[in-house]
């Protein structure tokens, strides 16, 4: 008990006991009847409440156990199996499970991952992505304050995500691979990777780069072919010896037909290789007769620009041209206009805008001359107060007029704006709301407006390039910011009406991708209708098999998952129950199985890891080794540990009751005694 208590608990017990002989004795001339009896209960009374004021409390130690914690990552991705090495894997995750000393030693916590992490095994091996990164990283988050050796059974093929090997020199915890798959270098030949442009223009030719690699002590002959159906289009004799075991072959196809074209590429596989999945990989370029070209005026130099400038053209199928307002521009030759915060220089351009009827964005800042503004357009007028705020997003869930979704706005850095309010004296439909000093307002910071056949979006303040920026920093690439940015600019360059119902879906996706159809259903005022029940039919061209899948709502949007369909090209058409409305479309999936493409585990890069990180590396046929290891190394050991509670000394409820009794007996005996 601290001293700090004792004290307290003395000081109690004389203030109750100075009260108590002030009421009973000093204040009581006369002897009365049981006076002692009523001092002591008193004082009994007195000392109960300020136990229960006071509440005396003392620290307890508590010692216990901490074993260190043994992490089993296994990696659940289709290679495993195709590499026979699934059953295998399952006998050493028994393995370990049933070990009693291994429990004895460590808490032992299972994880799979392909392309995400899971703190679950059900093993299908069945998974179409690996990140063995992604899956490193996020263990080394999780366990980064405790000591947690990660055992991690995999092949070490990896199809997406950044290079595990030089990232792992800065993990805290040791990583133990263990090797699954076959090690023995045997004479292969691989298209290693295929590199396409999405798009292409009609009557143009596409480049295509192809890496091709070889595995072998030989001198090989063999040749390399593009197919488009049955017919060759293109073919190139290719040797590869010991000493040259890869080459790079750059060439140019036709784009002779508009919409979406298949091709085959092909590497004659030789007559003694054991894979020849990886011979052969399929792509396809969607051929467009027409480029979104867009103008953006600006009189000044501005960050906000450049993000623009990136932003649009991050999809090949939009062209930006930067001019000053008073360079001659023919407006027909493009299909939208973004004016950078207008000043008097802009007359002439919003005169040629309404003469030509266009569609246009306008952006507003601090350099934004606002009598001007106010006067040459009367869809909204800004309060002149020649100051300026800044002003935090918040994304409106109901915006209607296209497909968005919020790519986390609320975190995003604010714009830099004009101080005042806004009025805006057409019909419109807000996207971003504004955040003032952590106060959500209903005032505007990004709308857009259709007003006699001509769309307009309006963003009141400067600082786009620190969103662009923002969305790198939270997810290591632009495109949620280029997908946002880019579906404004289709909205904006697109004359179309308005429907009740849109759907969003690439013209092709490749085998291994997730795919995923997104539908937006309104109401007969154009609101987001959440009461719809859409249903999506889907026919298969070739096998002319057909499949009704119900759309499920998520966010403002309903979405299907077609990611487990085969390759193939399919027609699709989504409905509404109970409403005549629907809508159709079709696309192509590619046939392309990455984890088919490894004929080996990659020891080099596994055994690189486990240097890195302080670790070993492992066979699945050593697992008494493993083991055996695990149990000997001294790094992980139970640690005793102490916890430091503190205890209330007295029940307060005890106590309650305690005085509770006290003051009724004091009350009975003074009533009885008569002094009441």
């Given at each position: ?142 366990y980064k304050n405790t000591t947690a050796p990660i055992l991690m059974i995999t092949d070490g093929n990896q199809t997406y995500g950044k290079d595990y090997q030089f990232g792992s020199n800065n993990y805290k915890q040791a990583v133990y691979p263990v ?498």
């Amino acid at each position: 008990m601290q001293t700090q208590t004792i004290l307290l608990i003395i000081a109690a017990i004389i203030s109750a006991l100075i009260i108590t002989l002030f009421q009973y004795i000093y204040k009581a001339r006369s002897k009365k009847k049981n006076i002692l009896l009523l001092a002591s209960l008193r004082f009994l009374s007195l000392f109960t409440l300020l136990l229960l004021i006071i509440n005396p409390a003392f620290k307890q130690n508590i010692y216990y156990i901490e074993k260190p914690t043994l992490v089993v990552a296994i990696d659940n991705s289709s290679s495993i199996k195709y590499l026979n090495k699934d059953q295998d894997v399952k006998n050493l995750t028994s393995e370990i499970r049933k070990n009693e000393k291994l429990n004895d030693r460590f808490d032992i916590v299972y994880y799979s991952f392909s392309d995400n992490l899971k703190d679950s095994i059900p093993l299908t091996f069945d998974k179409t992505q690996t990140n063995i990164s992604k899956a490193l990283d996020e263990l080394d988050q999780i366990y980064k304050n405790t000591t947690a050796p990660i055992l991690m059974i995999t092949d070490g093929n990896q199809t997406y995500g950044k290079d595990y090997q030089f990232g792992s020199n800065n993990y805290k915890q040791a990583v133990y691979p263990v090797i699954a798959g076959d090690t023995t270098l045997v004479l292969d030949t691989k298209i290693e990777q295929l590199n396409v442009n999405r798009y292409a223009y009609l009557k143009n030719k596409f480049p295509v780069e192809t890496i091709l690699s070889y595995s072998g002590k030989e001198d090989i002959n063999t040749i390399f072919q593009i197919k488009s159906g049955v017919n060759v289009v293109f073919s190139q004799p290719v040797s590869f010896s010991e000493q040259k075991k890869s080459k790079i072959i750059n060439f140019t196809l036709p784009a002779n037909s508009v919409g979406v074209n298949q091709y085959t590429a092909i590497l004659i596989p030789l007559d003694t290789e054991k894979n020849t999945i990886n011979n052969t990989k399929t792509f396809a370029v969607e051929v467009i007769d027409q480029k979104t070209n867009v103008l953006l005026i600006s009189d000044i130099v501005h960050p906000d620009l450049g993000a623009i400038k990136k932003s649009i053209e991050s999809n090949e199928r939009r062209n930006i041209t930067i001019a000053k307002p008073g360079d001659k521009k023919d407006f027909n030759e493009y299909q939208l206009v973004i004016l950078y915060q207008p000043n008097t220089r802009y007359r002439q351009v919003y005169e040629d805008l309404n003469a030509q009827k266009k569609n246009y964005f306008t952006i507003t800042g601090p350099k934004t001359d606002w009598v001007f503004l106010n006067k040459i357009q009367n869809k909204y007028t800004q309060e002149i107060t020649r100051q300026t705020e800044y002003y935090i997003p918040r994304f409106n869930n109901n915006y209607g007029a296209f497909l968005i979704e919020d790519i986390g706005f609320n975190n995003y850095p604010p714009l830099l704006g004009t101080f005042g309010e806004i009025r805006l004296n057409a019909s419109y439909d807000p996207v971003l709301y504004r955040t003032i000093n952590n106060i959500e307002t209903d005032e505007v910071l990004f709308a857009t407006i259709e007003q006699n056949g001509i769309r307009e979006a309006v963003l009141f303040g400067e600082g786009l390039w620190r969103w662009r920026a923002q969305n790198y920093i939270d997810s290591q690439e632009f495109n949620s910011f280029d997908e946002f940015f880019g579906k404004l600019i289709q909205y904006l360059a697109s004359n179309k009406r308005k429907s009740r119902l849109n759907t969003i879906a690439e013209s092709f996706y490749y085998g291994n991708a997730s795919i995923v159809i997104k539908a937006e259903y309104f109401t007969k005022n154009y609101e987001f209708d959440r009461r719809g029940s859409l249903r999506i039919t889907l026919k298969n061209k070739e096998t002319e098999a057909t499949q009704t899948i119900p759309m499920l709502l998520k966010n403002n949007t309903y979405d299907v998952d077609l990611s487990s369909l085969q390759a193939g090209n399919y027609e699709y058409t989504v409905t509404v129950l109970g409403e005549n409305i629907s809508h159709s479309g079709n696309f192509a999936i590619l046939e392309y199985n990455v984890e088919q493409q490894f004929l080996n585990a990659d020891v080099t890069k596994l055994k690189q890891v486990a240097t890195n990180t302080k670790g070993k590396a492992y066979y699945l046929n050593q697992k008494d080794i493993i083991i055996k290891e695990l149990l000997e190394d001294q790094r992980y050991q139970a640690i005793q540990k102490n916890k430091e509670n503190l205890v209330s000394l007295l029940d307060w409820k005890y106590l309650l009751i305690i005085l509770i009794l006290l003051l009724t007996i004091e009350w009975f005996v003074r009533k009885y005694n008569g002094l009441i």
